[in-house]
């Protein structure tokens, strides 16, 4: 069975959440819908990018990823990584994989709340994305924002703020590795410097700072048993730097 994956702006107060899985399952009753989040700030792509873009590869590969949200717009059936997207034609696309997308414009007559979740159900049941709307080449696109790295230095930036005020940048594990290999270093953010990394919070103790490595392998900064966020003055956009000795 095809499984469903749900992410949205929708909240929990509100019927909406319920309103689309009905209409899904009303269409094909033994779907089977896992939420991710419904807490995404609204209209906030990078927020809803992050989000997804964690998460999607631990699903089952034949996955179809859901967001939902404002319908107003055209929506978009795409195939990514052997897993398939509808979403708002509003950059996300771009922002969760550097794959390149085959995408199809999905046929939207009257009303795309209740069109949408049957083009969701008919897809779970093996319609083919190329059935349900046209081939596209263009569709809005951002450029994905990387960390720099030189032989002496890794520039970054927060990319995100999770529950806890754990501040999740764009460096990645891989460049850490190689450049940090028989090096010392200090990380520097806001007015703090570190000169190690940890493998687990508990390696610090309650009110100190941490910086590890997540399981998406970007450097994560926090404070144990603290909010890092509101603490440290750092927030989506502060700058992150390690600098390597000779």
Do not use: W
């Not at 990078?46 to 089952?60: C, E, N």
């Amino acid at each position: 069975m095809t499984l469903i994956t749900f992410t949205s702006d929708f909240g929990r107060s509100d019927h909406y959440v319920a309103q689309f899985k009905a209409r899904i399952l009303s269409a094909y009753p033994q779907a089977q819908i896992v939420d991710i989040s419904h807490e995404i700030k609204t209209f906030n792509i990078a927020h809803l990018s992050h989000t997804l873009g964690s998460v999607f590869r631990d699903f089952p590969k034949g996955s179809i990823h859901l967001v939902g949200g404002n319908m107003q717009g055209d929506y978009l059936v795409a195939q990514i990584e052997e897993h398939l997207f509808v979403v708002p034609d509003n950059g996300v696309l771009s922002l969760i994989s550097d794959q390149t997308a085959q995408v199809f414009k999905l046929k939207v007559e009257k009303n795309p709340n209740k069109e949408i979740p049957t083009a969701i159900a008919q897809l779970a049941q093996g319609e083919k994305p190329e059935s349900l709307g046209e081939s596209i080449t263009e569709y809005k696109q951002y450029m994905r924002r990387k960390s720099r790295a030189t032989k002496r230095e890794i520039s970054g930036h927060v990319i995100h703020v999770d529950h806890f005020g754990n501040l999740i940048t764009n460096i990645e594990k891989v460049d850490f590795d190689i450049l940090s290999r028989s090096r010392n270093y200090t990380i520097f953010f806001a007015r703090e410097t570190v000169n190690s990394v940890q493998t687990s919070i508990d390696q610090v103790d309650p009110g100190d700072v941490f910086v590890m490595f997540t399981d998406g392998e970007q450097l994560m900064i926090g404070i144990n048993q603290g909010n890092g966020s509101q603490l440290l003055g750092l927030e989506y956009d502060s700058p992150v730097t390690i600098q390597f000795e000779e």
